[in-house]
């Protein structure tokens, strides 16, 4: 929805935009204030959807600093942009995020400028110029994978491999912080596919405990943006490792499909795990041996399936609530687990 806002701003029509009850949750100022600075003028209900729209055309340009680190608002800018009479600058200070909206509109020769660092980005796209469409090949989605790899770094003994995975560097932050808590994951190839970095990992299961060391693992910081989705899996990891693990800058979690914060911390102590639910994140005891417990993700797919790998190391059985919620990123979830999963 905040992409397409971005779409329908450089428009001249009218358009409404609604979605399910979880959609309806999301805050919306983000993407309200700067569209209506480029001139598009736009109405919802106390910063949540619907979103009425009347578009612009053309919008006028922007030079626009990020308040949070959110690649759906970029991306909105950025096609509201393509809209624009003239260059509109997306400036990146409060952390890097995932660059595909940048990858993509290079491959399609759009007029695009990037300025790069360590830290920070600027993105710059020059409106109303022409652009040709090509052939797109989509890779795995890293994110719906990272459940599975997951699973495969928990469970003694495993080997998991996965072919044409998405790697694109701003996604895979996962794998450098699995690899720090002492999962043996490799990259077996990698190659530039329409733009994007494409390749094979293999995932080693665990052969000795997690991390030798005793000190809580922490995750805070610029890694937060870059594990967002992975949050609530690492959660459960983290509840495996010696010293448990802490989660702090992570109040983005609080707006997603749930609250995945709360969310986490209910279903963790469920399966009896000692979690302090903080403001801004958790920090969980560890190790501890999980036990089966009705789990209930609260209609979030990435809920639902981080307890469902907590399930597979669990003792005992474990019910999961409303599993059907898993169809919004990744409806051949369990099929998919169940054919990697020994019996």
Excluded at 130 to 146: L, Q
Aim: aromatic residues 4%; glycine residues 8%.
């Amino acid at each position: 929805m905040r992409m397409l806002a971005g779409i329908l701003a450089g428009h001249g029509f009218n358009s409404i935009l609604t979605g399910d009850d979880s959609l309806l949750a999301r805050p919306m100022r983000r993407v309200i204030d700067p569209l209506k600075t480029m001139g598009a003028r736009i109405s919802s209900d106390a910063d949540h959807p619907p979103l009425s729209i009347t578009g612009r055309v053309p919008l006028e340009p922007l030079v626009y600093e990020l308040p949070i680190a959110s690649a759906q608002l970029k991306t909105c800018l950025l096609f509201a942009g393509l809209h624009a009479e003239g260059r509109t600058e997306v400036r990146e200070e409060a952390g890097l995020t995932r660059d595909h909206t940048e990858r993509m509109l290079e491959w399609f020769g759009a007029a695009i400028e990037l300025r790069n660092d360590s830290k920070h980005s600027n993105i710059a796209v020059t409106g109303r110029t022409d652009f040709e469409g090509r052939e797109v090949r989509i890779p795995g989605d890293f994110s719906s994978s990272a459940f599975l790899i997951g699973a495969a770094a928990l469970l003694p003994d495993s080997q998991l491999d996965i072919e044409r995975l998405g790697l694109n560097p701003t996604r895979i932050q996962l794998l450098e912080t699995l690899r720090a808590m002492g999962v043996n994951i490799e990259i077996l190839d990698s190659h530039i596919d329409c733009n994007e970095l494409t390749g094979t990992i293999r995932v080693h299961g665990v052969t000795t405990s997690l991390a030798e060391s005793g000190a809580a693992h922490i995750i805070d910081g610029p890694a937060v943006a870059a594990l967002i989705d992975e949050l609530p899996l690492l959660a459960v990891i983290g509840s495996q490792l010696p010293g448990g693990l802490i989660i702090r800058d992570a109040r983005e979690l609080r707006f997603k499909e749930t609250d995945r914060i709360a969310a986490t911390v209910a279903n963790l102590r469920a399966m009896g795990a000692q979690v302090e639910e903080l403001e801004d994140g958790l920090q969980i005891g560890g190790p501890v041996r999980l036990k089966g417990a009705r789990l209930d993700p609260r209609g979030d797919h990435r809920i639902a399936m981080a307890f469902s790998i907590a399930a597979l190391v669990a003792e005992g059985d474990s019910e999961l609530t409303d599993p059907e919620c898993v169809a919004v990123s990744f409806p051949e979830f369990f099929t998919c687990l169940a054919s990697v999963v020994e019996k």
